[in-house]
């Protein structure tokens, strides 16, 4: 699927983190919320997020993070080429964050973020913030508390949550196409009859607020049976098992 929707996830019981799920870039101030909650919970003392950036430890994982992007050559964002070059000697040499401390042995980060926007960036002013790639995100959540750092873990390796929306949104796309080729509808506009079946396979799922966002959606185990389901009703309608819209729609109701 190639338009990056922003999901709702679950983290969990720490709270819910929006995330693209393509760009896998998520909101790092939701990250901090929820593991500085926990730390208070726990007696220990609050983190800030430019406790962690002015940290080495994060900066290694950052370079060590984009090194293996340029090897498998799957970032999800184009590295600036214009920096191409110098992100290519720095990741050669890390003893160059030496150049970035400060006389307390603390990361200048303002300035690394600069050479790393497809994995950390911020924006000042009104909707801005700082967003980090999950990675990233994972890093972050390792620094501030365990148990965050288990959840989040859980969710997006584990579950596969993002990579079940992906497959998910293509079978949506080829479930469409399969509809144009129903005999009742070949060379029809079928637009509406699109929506109407996202409403029909949204309400077989169990997600009864079909109109708009709703959190049940936005889980691995929905977004895994939502990906199979499509799959499977492209399937009968392929193999001439199903031959109009009514009677795809009996077999929905019906699997």
Do not use: C
């Amino acid at each position: 699927m190639k338009t990056n929707q922003i999901m709702t996830v679950q983290i969990g019981h720490f709270g819910t983190l929006k995330i693209g799920h393509l760009s896998q870039m998520g909101d790092v101030a939701k990250i901090i919320e929820m593991g500085n909650r926990n730390r208070r919970a726990k007696g220990l003392n609050e983190l800030l997020i430019e406790d962690i950036l002015a940290k080495q430890e994060f900066w290694e994982f950052v370079i060590a993070r984009d090194t293996q992007l340029m090897i498998n050559l799957k970032s999800p964002y184009s590295v600036d080429f214009e920096n191409h070059d110098s992100v290519e000697s720095f990741q050669s040499n890390y003893s160059k964050l030496k150049e970035f401390k400060t006389p307390k042995g603390e990361i200048r980060y303002s300035e690394l973020m600069k050479m790393f926007p497809h994995l950390i960036k911020s924006k000042r002013g009104k909707g801005g913030g700082t967003q980090a790639e999950l990675y990233i995100l994972l890093k972050i959540a390792s620094m501030l508390d365990k148990d965050l750092e288990v959840s989040i873990y859980d969710v997006f390796i584990q579950s596969k949550i993002l990579n079940w929306r992906d497959v998910g949104g293509d079978n949506f796309i080829e479930f469409n196409k399969i509809v144009d080729t129903l005999p009742d509808r070949a060379d029809k506009d079928n637009t509406s009859i699109y929506m109407q079946m996202a409403r029909i396979v949204r309400k077989k799922l169990g997600i009864e607020d079909t109109e708009g966002y709703n959190e049940k959606e936005h889980s691995p185990e929905v977004q895994e049976a939502r990906a199979k389901l499509l799959s499977d009703l492209t399937l009968v309608v392929r193999i001439g098992f199903v031959k109009t819209y009514d009677q795809l729609k009996e077999v929905i109701a019906k699997i």
